[in-house]
């Protein structure tokens, strides 16, 4: 039986909206996102993936605007696998299909408040220049089959990659009972090196 003073988990809200994108050389995208965890965390409302709508660049500015809403509410029992936020951009390329312009990710703040995060995109790269020709030929570009592969250390050293554009995600973190279990989430005081 659980006692409300004493917590078996600590709860995690993600809110926020991934604000927008920089991407020089292109138009017309938009962007899935998904989370990424480890084994002793669950979500617990929310949405755990989603895709934005398709923005264009205004005449005025070159940055692309999706405003889109975060709100997810996670638990666990140990800040190990604390969460990602994975992004991947598409849009269409000459012939008109959809390819990937950029994948990205992030952990969700470790601290209560107001954060913003700028994270940097990048696309795998075709290892032969024939690949490269038939790539752009037959419309399809070096892609990973799952994103939240990018999350993950494991196998990404010998992928050959190109930075490619920023995307701009706000946060807005709470926290509940990780002090009660023992972790304390105050504010980091600047170390003098």
Known sequence: METTGNPSVFLLTVNGQIEGANFPDYDNLYCKYCYVYGHDWAPTTGLEEGITQITSKSIQSHRLIWNFPLETTFKSTNPSGWPQLVV????????????????????????????????????????????????????????????????????????????????????HIMTKDMKKMGYDMGPSTPSTV
Not at 142 to 160: F, H, I, L, M, S
């Open 88 to 171: 991947s951009v598409y849009g269409p390329d000459v012939f008109g299909n959809d390819v990937v312009r950029g994948y990205g990710a992030t952990h969700i703040p470790f601290t209560p408040g107001q954060h913003t995060r700028t994270i940097p995109m990048f696309v795998p790269e075709p290892t032969w220049r024939l690949q490269k020709f038939t790539g752009w030929l037959l419309g399809r570009r070096p892609e990973y089959t799952d994103p939240k592969v990018v999350a993950q250390g494991e196998g990404r050293e010998v992928t050959r990659v190109r930075s490619q554009g920023f995307v701009t995600v706000s946060f």
